[in-house]
């Protein structure tokens, strides 16, 4: 083996510096061989069974991969990135520059698995040797399985079997160190149609979020210090910011799951946090992992019912519905917030994703499959796993579903979680000089208060799409259809 032979490191979904074990051991081969170092980036949109980026996505992506790239510039070093099939394209790269080790961490879904081995399997036939690291869950699928009935399908024991699996291993630092860099050419992040041009529709998300590792800690730092206290009880309030805002930085690997669950436990230890605050957002960590756990037991998830009796559910083919329901125009405030947010800024609080998601497959009856998509498209955090597991739990379809039953009153939701309104009236202004009275439901305004409010319903917001009690008696309907 050529004492200079570069090494790869190939990123992925991790794209970080801090807790990477494959960087770990990619610059330790470089420095102790005085082999350089090529950091690796492959836009793969040819490989069969990878599902291409939703547009928001990959707006985050672009931007994520120039403050990795920003941030490897700091050691001398720089990203490299191509276009192509990941396996043919490591070949290649393998071939253009004599590399001798590869190495990259794992992931889970079987499409990406496939992938691997296809890369795996054309590195070997040119003698290169592929190393690979668990890196982006907090502890490997095939460790945690049922005795008897193989994949845990329900969250709390999942959960309950994590926590008694010990804690993670601790997180790796960021290098101190990296090996040099090999002078080859790589594609511009302008250059890979990752982001929109003609029109140019990210203003919202530019004003809304800084991605990147650096922005990635400062959040944690800054929840863990300040409104984490009170986060169990406060994190179903929209309008109020008492959550993480981590997803998208977990969704693109700028933090470690394990990096989050050590500095949550720390500041618990140390009596920083509550700890019941603490054990509940851990919970929404597990919630994550949970998901990336089915994903790897049922590969197709985002299109196949996981309770198969749900395969005879009289879905409605609505168009207008739902189109109604993704441009925020059902008439329902709290779930027209939502999707505006979600238009706006590609995010949206999480109790009203499940108001929203509910709304859509109880009130309107309309495939839950629809509004995964529609969330793959919109949202930055969109993730292989969390979209389709969450859209199943409220559909009812999933492995641990709540009841289809269960029908959020999208009225009574907003009343309890935005009482004055505040997250509706910022999401959608038309309604601002409704009194909290009627701010989420302004149908039974009188009408001279939707007078002096300067609302006409049906003009200017629209009268609910459908009647709340009326479509809560059609959904069980259709559930008691498919039960007997």
């Known amino acids: 083996m050529n004492g200079s032979a570069p090494v790869i490191v190939w990123f992925r979904d991790d794209l970080r510096l801090c807790d990477h074990p494959a960087l770990h051991a990619g610059a330790r081969a470089g420095m102790e061989a005085n082999r350089p170092l090529i950091c690796l980036y492959i836009v793969d949109e040819e490989s069969a069974g990878l599902r291409r980026l939703g547009a928001a996505a990959r707006w985050w992506l672009a931007q994520s991969l120039r403050a990795l790239d920003g941030e490897l510039s700091s050691f001398g070093q720089r990203l490299i990135l191509r276009r192509g099939s990941a396996p043919e394209t490591l070949a290649a790269l393998v071939a253009e520059t004599g590399a001798a080790l590869v190495y990259w961490n794992r992931r889970y879904d079987a499409a990406g698995n496939a992938v691997d081995q296809r890369a795996i399997d054309a590195l070997k036939a040119r003698g290169v040797a592929g190393g690979t690291f668990p890196g982006n869950l907090l502890i490997e699928p095939d460790r945690l399985t049922a005795k008897a009935t193989g994949p845990i399908r329900v969250f709390t024991p999942f959960w309950r079997r994590v926590l008694a699996a010990g804690d993670p291993r601790h997180p790796l630092a960021k290098p101190v160190r990296l090996p040099p860099p090999l002078p080859i050419a790589g594609e511009e992040v302008r250059d890979l149609n990752l982001e929109p041009t003609t029109p140019d529709w990210s203003g919202g998300l530019r004003a809304a979020w800084t991605p990147g590792e650096r922005t990635a800690r400062a959040r944690l730092a800054s929840f863990l210090d300040g409104c984490v206290r009170g986060y169990a009880a406060n994190r179903d309030r929209p309008d109020i910011k008492a959550t993480s805002f981590l997803s998208a ?225 059609r959904a069980l309907a259709a559930f008691a259809a498919i039960k007997a």
């Open 249 to 473: 930085h977990l969704r693109f690997g700028e933090i470690s799951p394990v990096e989050v669950f050590h500095a949550a436990r720390l500041a618990a230890d140390t009596r920083r946090a509550p700890v019941r605050d603490i054990d509940k957002f851990l919970s929404e960590i597990g919630w994550r992992e949970f998901s990336g756990h089915l994903l790897h037991h049922w590969p197709d998830m985002a299109t196949r019912n996981l309770q198969s009796r749900f395969d005879a559910f009289p879905w409605r083919n609505d168009p207008p519905a739902l189109k109604a329901w993704q441009r925020g125009r059902t008439g329902y405030p709290l779930v027209d917030a939502g999707m505006r947010q979600l238009w706006q800024t590609g995010w949206m609080h999480n109790r009203v994703r499940m108001v929203a998601a509910s709304f859509l497959v109880k009130h309107l009856l309309i495939d839950w499959r629809a509004g995964e998509q529609w969330f793959w498209d919109t949202l930055v955090d969109a993730d292989a796993a969390n979209n389709p597991a969450s859209w199943q739990w409220v559909a009812g379809c999933g492995a641990d579903a709540a009841p289809y039953f269960r029908i959020f009153n999208p009225v009574l939701q907003g009343e309890k979680f935005d009482p004055k309104g505040d997250y509706v009236r910022t999401f959608v202004p038309e309604l601002a000089d409704l009194p909290d009275t009627f701010i989420h439901k302004p149908w039974l305004a009188p009408s001279a208060i939707l007078a002096q409010a300067n609302v006409a319903l049906g003009e200017n917001y629209p009268a609910p799409i459908v009647e709340h009690d009326a479509a809560r008696r």
